[in-house]
């Protein structure tokens, strides 16, 4: 069983590129010390002698550390939607993908709808973030800040033991909140019944929908039903080429459509 500690005392957090990984390591090693250690999907995180040690994906350097900021921004607007005393509700959960097994035909011209920034809208319209933050962390090059900034809210991490300089099979859990989780539960679950609900309204033209996209059969009248939708949620969107299905090929958007 996961053991889980609220709090380990860090004072400083560090973000370093990929090559000093080693090192640290090689330290921890050699002065048996005890620390954790975990690896994600966007960083690999050592914390050590009271500092936290971040090491970016690969590619992922200069963006996540120009981005940091916005890991403090969003836990300060986090705790002060809490403070607030705003009730927030999280949808029932429906699925992150969704396909119509029942759509066969493979001559029909095939258009979707992709969901800008999904998430960080979200959190925006729901009030969770503020409109300062909000702004601050549009930038296509935050992308992957973005969505680590609101992932890891509440959530807690489990970190492998480190232990007299040995690293261990043993696995602790270490800063889960359960009202910050339920905040990014909130988030993600809107995003769901959003897609679920365009579904329900496309009915026998709708296609599949992948996290934040929805394809669906081109026409008028379903872009506009799209359109309007998503406009009422005011959520931003991009209309996808028309492609045929079971082709590769690609026409062209009227841009008056």
């Not at 330290?27 to 050590?48: D, H, M, P, Q, V």
């Not at 261990?168 to 897609?195: H, P, S, W």
Request: hydrophobic fraction near 30%.
């Amino acid at each position: 069983m996961t053991r889980t500690i609220k709090r380990v005392g860090i004072k400083t957090q560090l973000f370093k590129p990929k090559p000093k990984q080693k090192l640290i390591f090689e330290l921890i090693k050699n002065n048996e010390a005890n620390g954790y250690y975990r690896k994600g999907n966007f960083s690999t995180e050592i914390i050590w002698d009271g500092k936290s040690y971040m090491f970016p994906s690969k590619g992922k350097y200069r963006s996540y550390t120009k981005g940091l900021f916005l890991f403090g921004m969003v836990r300060k607007d986090a705790k002060n939607f809490l403070k607030s005393g705003r009730k927030l509700r999280v949808p029932k959960k429906f699925p992150t993908n969704e396909y119509n097994d029942k759509f066969t035909d493979f001559d029909a011209k095939i258009t979707g709808t992709d969901l800008n920034h999904a998430y960080w809208r979200i959190a925006y319209n729901l009030g969770i973030i503020s409109n300062r933050t909000y702004i601050s962390g549009l930038d296509d090059e935050f992308k992957t800040v973005r969505l680590s900034a609101l992932s890891t809210l509440g959530k807690g991490k489990d970190y492998h033991v480190i232990k007299n300089g040995v690293f261990t099979n043993e696995v602790v859990k270490i800063g889960f909140n359960e009202d910050m989780d339920k905040l990014y539960r909130a988030i993600r679950q809107t995003c769901f019944k959003y897609m679920n609900q365009i579904m329900k309204i496309l009915g026998n033209e709708f296609v599949a929908y992948k996290t934040d996209c929805v394809y669906y059969v081109d026409s008028k009248e379903n872009r506009k039903i799209v359109r309007d939708f998503f406009n009422e949620k005011e959520m931003n969107y991009k209309q996808l080429p028309s492609i045929k299905k079971g082709s590769t090929r690609v026409e062209p958007l009227n841009e008056n459509q």
